[in-house]
């Protein structure tokens, strides 16, 4: 498995899991978290390793398309880098430094 993938993953689906239904969170999360194989997951919920296969990848299309409109994952990267650069700039304005806490406070709450 790809790191990228995973990480791109785990990324979009701490952004949309709540969007998501209780199978396809434990099929991701179990998959893509917690390093399980097909054949584990099936296990697990004793169904066909094809069932599994055939609803990760569901998922992970239902997640692309939540990110391609929604834009929440992408918003945060361009966020936070936006964050690092005013902080490398003015690390020692403490106007700056307290508005920049704020905006790291908002996008950390759950």
Not at 2 to 9: A, C, D, Q
Not at 32 to 45: C, G, M, P, R, T
């Amino acid at each position: 498995m790809e790191i990228e993938k995973t990480n791109r993953m785990n990324s979009l689906f701490e952004f949309y899991a709540a969007l998501l239904t209780d199978k396809q969170m434990n099929y991701i999360e179990l998959y893509y978290a917690d390093d399980y194989s097909l054949a584990e997951i099936a296990e697990e919920f004793q169904v066909s390793r094809q069932a599994v296969y055939d609803n990760i990848k569901r998922t992970e299309k239902i997640l692309e398309d939540y990110e391609m409109k929604l834009h929440m994952y992408s918003d945060y990267i361009v966020r936070s880098e936006i964050l690092d650069d005013l902080m490398g700039k003015y690390p020692d304005d403490p106007y700056i430094r307290d508005k920049i806490s704020l905006l790291i406070h908002i996008d950390n709450k759950e």
